[in-house]
Nanobody
Framework: VQLVESGGDSVTTGGSLTLSCAVSEHTDNNMCMGWFRQAPEKEREGVAA???????YYSDSVKGRFTISHDTAKNRLYLQMNSLKPEETAKYYC??????????????????????WGQGTQVTVSS
């Protein structure tokens, strides 16, 4: 499975961005998909995921501001990000695990669960 992210940009505090991830294979509810981010010198962290046959999970830090969505017809994963903060400056990655088994809410946002990764797209939020 190949994944290609796009949509990263530089915005000011409070701004919005929508990231997109093109997936080379048909995306359905059997696939776990997620968005992750990694800031310099920090560990990669889960932001939002779709797992367990379409259930959606968010990290506490983005709940109410970020929205993950999935277009099965276009094989695309999206991340709408609102009210962005400078500390959310990072490279954002989409990831997938085909034929995903049931996972816990914590596992859905853990990078090691996912086997396929894109190259990332940079998001910079300036104050």
């Amino acid at each position: 499975v190949q994944l290609v992210e796009s949509g990263g940009d530089s915005v000011t505090t409070g701004g919005s961005l929508t990231l997109s991830c093109a997936v080379s294979e048909h995306t359905d509810n059997n696939m776990c998909m997620g968005w992750f981010r990694q800031a310099p010198e920090k560990e990669r962290e889960g932001v939002a995921a779709i797992a367990n046959y379409g259930k959606i999970y968010y990290s506490d830090s983005v709940k109410g501001r970020f929205t993950i969505s999935h277009d099965t017809a276009k094989n695309r994963l999206y991340l709408q990000m609102n009210s962005l903060k400078p500390e959310e400056t990072a490279k954002y990655y989409c990831a997938a695990l085909p034929r995903c088994p049931p996972v816990t809410a914590i596992q859905a946002l853990r990078p090691p669960v996912y086997t396929n990764w894109g190259q990332g797209t940079q998001v910079t939020v300036s104050s």
